[in-house]
């Protein structure tokens, strides 16, 4: 247990710091050698890199319509309605976001417009490596969707022989997806970006992935004419801030189910109660024995402090120095203080509203930055999927209102063409 009024400025930092990443330029390097493969050699390097990477041999890299389609018959009654309630729970909440023209006008005569048009192709990466992840299709795919967007590509993984787990195929299926690319890693990423013979190429990339994949958006943003991405991920975490008046049981699951998503997640627990601090641990060694991922979270829980605080007005301070994914707030006064955080990327307050709910069912986004990029990106959300652009329209007496501000700024930045611009057209009307 770690007692933050005990610690120096330096080691309150030390403690809170993401696990280390593996070294950036050797990284850089490796993807950098796939994605020229790719550009060079199309279809055939995204096969070649199947096989080496996921010993898929398979020939084929698009997943048929008719699979997409036959997929519901696949799934048990609970698992298909369980996929049905989220992606209308998702919808519901991002519809409303769907934006509207602004009309604004600024001066007579002067009238300004705020348009939104959907980005026309989307790419979506869902990762494949240790679990199938149909939720990550929902989160994604049901805001392309309902974007308009006319190309919505989906590239998955598929380790060996395997086929694509029917739940991935239905959610694809209930999305629209336009195209799905059995291939995974750096080499779809660069697929996407660039095109090849049978993968679209796409304006944005959407997705979570490994630090291949990771670094593979941030290349292809940089190097690939007219390609965007969503945000920079990096290993997921959890924060949870919990009373005395907190259940450990709960406080104990929420960090578990983090803790399972991969070794390199990080869960952070944060009270002003050493009771409930070490309750919690006990629940924790009491829950990893029933888990399937048990090793997984055990790992994970190697770079997870548990902090003890003098107060939940220091630990809202600890929560807004880290900067967490998820921050859960276990705490009887909860719904009082969700003000005062900041640097979140999706808050889940009260002691029933699990960070699962938010990776599955209740309509938020899962799709959130990660490794204190909550300081400057945001949860993803409708508008990710749309480009905004302005039109403008002016009478000549607003022209000539206007030309009062025109014509000095034009002069001042000594651009006479600007100003030529204005001055000829209040001479042709005798203005």
């Not at 009082?336 to 938020?364: C, H, L, Q, R, W």
Request: aromatic share 6%; hydrophobic share 40%.
């Amino acid at each position: 247990m770690n007692v933050w009024s005990q610690l120096s400025a330096a080691q309150q930092k030390a403690l809170l710091a993401r696990p280390a990443q593996q070294d950036q330029s050797a990284l850089q390097a490796r993807v950098q050698t796939i994605i020229d493969t790719v550009k060079e050699n199309g279809d055939k390097a995204l096969l070649d890199f199947n096989q080496q990477f996921d010993n898929n041999q398979s020939e084929q890299l698009i997943v048929p319509q008719n699979e997409i389609d036959n997929s519901p018959a696949l799934l048990s009654t609970e698992l298909k309605t369980a996929i049905e309630i989220a992606f209308n729970n998702i919808t519901k909440f991002h519809q409303a976001q769907l934006p509207v023209t602004k009309t604004i006008e600024t001066q007579p005569g002067v009238c300004c417009e705020l348009r939104y048009q959907p980005i026309q192709a989307v790419g979506i990466y869902v990762p494949g490596g240790t679990a199938p992840l149909p939720s990550s299709v929902l989160m994604q795919g049901t805001l392309a969707k309902l974007s308009g967007a006319k190309t919505i590509v989906l590239a998955t993984p598929v380790k060996g022989d395997m086929a694509i787990n029917p739940a991935i195929l239905y959610a694809a299926k209930l999305c629209g997806v336009t195209t799905l690319i059995k291939s995974g890693g750096a080499g779809v990423i660069a697929a996407m970006a660039f095109g090849t013979d049978s993968v679209p190429k796409v304006n944005k990339i959407f997705g979570p992935g490994n630090s291949y994949v990771t670094m593979a958006k941030q290349l292809v943003a940089q190097q690939a004419t007219g390609v965007a991405i969503d945000m920079p991920a990096g290993p997921s975490e959890v924060l949870v801030i919990a009373d005395e008046g907190a259940n450990p049981t709960f406080v104990a699951a929420d960090l578990l189910s983090q803790a399972e998503h991969g070794e390199d997640s990080q869960v952070v627990l944060v009270s002003n109660c050493e009771t409930l601090i070490n309750e919690t641990k006990r629940e924790i060694d009491a829950q990893l024995s029933t888990l399937s991922r048990k090793a997984i979270a055990q790992k994970a829980l190697l770079n997870s402090p548990f902090i003890l605080v003098d107060s939940i007005e220091s630990a809202i301070k600890v929560s807004n120095q880290y900067g967490p994914e998820h921050l859960i707030v276990q705490t009887r006064n909860a719904a009082d203080i969700v003000d005062k955080f900041y640097n979140v990327g999706s808050m889940f307050v009260g002691d029933y509203t699990p960070e699962s709910a938010g990776d599955y069912a209740s309509g938020t986004n899962h799709v959130l930055p990660t490794y204190g990029y909550s300081q400057v990106y945001s949860a993803l959300n409708l508008m990710d999927f749309f480009r905004t652009y302005t039109v403008q329209t002016i009478s000549q007496s607003g022209l000539a209102q206007l030309a009062n501000s025109i014509l000095p700024l034009a002069e001042a930045e000594g651009l006479d063409a600007h100003a030529n611009a204005v001055s000829i057209r209040l001479q042709e009307a005798k203005l």
